[in-house]
Structure formats: C-alpha cells, structure tokens
C-alpha cells in the first residue's frame, strides 16, 4: 500500500511537471504561468497539512485540473466564446470530493489563472473565473443533496454574470456574453451533479449526497440488520448518534462517523446468535465452545463485514470503520475465560485474542471504536445511573488510550475530553432513571376479578 501511494505521488509530480511544460510550450513561453501552478503544487505537496491527514493523492488533482484546462484550451482553438468554458465546475467539484476549501481554492486559482493565460493573457477574466471559483465554493459548503449542487450553480452563475456586469462597468453592449455566463455557472452545477459519481468511483471518495444515500434504512444491509440482527440494528443506531454528536464536537466529519458507524458491525450478520445483543434466551451459544472458538466466532465479524461490504460495492471509506473499529484490542473476556481453563501445560498468548487491525487511522473511525466501546460497556451497566455512566465513558476511553488504539489517529487529549462529555451527556439521557406512576382508579378496576 505504502509503495502504491509513493508510485501515485511520483507519477502526480511526474504529470505536473509535464503539465507545466505543456502550458509553457502554449503560452509560448509565459513562465510565470507554469511557475505559479508549480508552486501551489508544491504547497499541496509539502506545506497543506491536510494533505497527508487525509490522504489526497496529487495525481488525482493533477488530473482534476488537466481536464478543465483541456476543455478551455479546446474551447479556445475552435474560437468560441471564453464565456463558455465552466472554470467554476473545478473548485466545486473538488469541495463536494474532498470538502478542503484550501484546496479547492489552490485549484480555483490554477484554473483561473491558466485559463485567463490561454485566452489572450486577460487576467480580467482570470479575476472573474476565480470570483466565481470562490462563490461556488461558498455556495456548496452545506451541500448534502444533489439539488444543492444545482442551486450552488444558479448563485455562481448569477455572481458571474454580476461581476462582469462590474468589470465593462455596467454596460449591457454585449447582452449574450451575461447569458453566456448566466448559464456557464448552471451548467457547472448540473456538471458537477453529472460526473461525481463517476469521480467517487474513480478516487474512492464518498461525499455527503452518497452518505445521505447510505444512510437510507432501507438499505439492504441495513434492512437485513433489522430483520436478522435487530440487537445489533440497534446498537449501530446509537453508536451511530454517540458518533456524530462527537464528531461535530471536535469538528470531525460526523456524517461519515455517522454512516460508518450504522456499517460497522455487518459482518455479525453471519452468526448474529453468538453476539450478546442478540441473544434473546438465558443460554448462551459460547457455553458449549471453547474460548478459543468463541474468540474465533467473534473475531471473525470483521473479517465477514468486508467481504460482505465489498459484495454490496459499499465505499472504501466505510470498509474502514468495518476493518478499523475495534483495532487491535483483545477480546478481554474470552482471553480470562481461557486463562482460567488453562492447564499446567499449556500457554496462553495474549497476541492470539487480539483483533487483527489496523488501529483506527483517523479521527472518525476512532470515534467510532470508542462510542461502539462505551454503548456496548454501559449497556451492560446493572445501575447505569449518571454517575456510573461518568465512570464508566472515562473508562473505557483510558483504557483504549493506554492499550495504545489511538495512536495512529489525530485525536488529541482535548479532544477525547470533549467526546468523553458529549457521550456521558447523550448515554446519562438514555439510560436516565424514570418516575414510577401510580395506577390510575379506571386502571385498578380493570385488574379486579369479575364478581361471581
């Protein structure tokens, strides 16, 4: 994996580097064009932080940007109208795959730039190919539906054609060229609206309108969920709202906590009666199985969850909170059991009740570990009053932090005190305790044997 992203990041430079030798050979050697697109390329490579939190490949940029500077160039041979090419569908194309507005609007300005060089060095027009660059960004920042994506093209579009209104100084001497821009940024929206999924699938993005998709409960997956595993269904649920009210605490993306979370224990669907949630007699299927097999059976959810994620084409991103929501952590109460059958001569290790892996590598995917870790140990709570709801989140969150599950993701320790407050808060609502109300007299009459 590791040497696959380092041939994608080579052959990204690779390609800009081309790239900026092809626009200089066009330009007819107008190096501060290519210059300025090398430096931003070198920003997004070693200076954008997020770049390697979130595991942007160059290449994909590179070839986002390739795409929107052939379509201008092309437009520009066949001597139509500049007006026509829809620079805005980059920068927001860009945000919806990858909801960055720094790097939307480094491309916004590579776009504009470049395409302001092509058409006469009219760096007017490039001024307003990046106002409406920006604009569309703005307008898409809460974009979750694809008719958002629509009306995030009528606002551009609109803004485009008020600020060339501005730049010939409020002249209407060419009417068609507001038209032209009028509908260049409607276009753009329904561009956008036309090709993401095919880019989603391309770049193995998921986006909020997908997620929302997902997160439908008529899913089949989740469908089986309620129909097979109805323990499980609900415990997803609340991981899943214990998930996203963390996120948003700490400004993570808490509809991809969310979703991820609602996916996260499919692979129970395979032997749902040996799950505890699930279990809806006093006897349990792990009495007549050896520790050993019982970590097996329990282990192996994990492993089913991905094979049955990939059957049903879900997205790399969410087969990540399947592989990654319980780390390596050890099947604690299994491994105990096994040590207290143990016999003189035999050895028990530890490594053998551990989780495959890997540890959670963001900050949603640990969120999730932690809500799936907290609703499962308060659950099993026999006074979950607030006070051993407190105890218990601080808990588990310390263990999971002392067993080192968390060190591969961003979180910080200010973080983890906001997600241990937000899911006291939400666990102590659910589990608050009730007010016994006595029986009304009607209620009384209807309990009284009939007379005779």
Known sequence: MIKRRLILNRAGIALGALLACGITYVLKFDFIIPLVLLVLYAYLKFAHRTLRLKGYKLLHLTLLFLIIFTAGYGIVRQNWPVFYIPVAALPLLSFVLYKDPVVSLLLAIASSLAIASIAGNSYHLGALFLTSGLVAILAARNARRRVDLIRAGLITGFIQALAYFFLTRFSF????????????????????????????????????????????????????????????????????????????????????????????????????????????????????????MSKLVIMNHVKEGVELAKRYKLSPNLVDFIQQHHGNSLVYYFYRRALETLEEDQEVKEEGFRYPGPRPLTRETAVVLLADSVEAASRALRDPSPARVEEIVHKVINNKFIDRQLDECDLTLKDLEKIAAVFIHILSGIYHSRITYPESPSDENTHKKPAG
């Open 173 to 292: 001497a060419f009417p068609e060229r507001y038209l032209a821009l009028f509908f260049n940024g409607v276009i753009s929206g329904f561009l956008v609206l036309a090709v993401l999924p095919v880019f989603e699938i391309l770049f193995s993005r998921v986006t909020d309108i997908s997620l929302l998709e997902l997160a439908d409960f008529n899913h089949p997956l989740l469908l089986r969920l309620v129909q097979e595993a109805p323990g499980t269904y609900h415990h997803s649920l609340v991981v899943g709202n214990l998930s996203d009210a963390a996120c948003s605490a700490i400004g993570a993306h808490a509809l991809l906590a969310r979703v991820g979370a609602y996916y996260h224990d499919i692979g129970k669907l395979s032997k749902p009666e040996y799950f505890s949630e699930n279990e809806f007699i006093s006897a349990s299927k792990h009495d007549t199985l050896s520790p050993t």
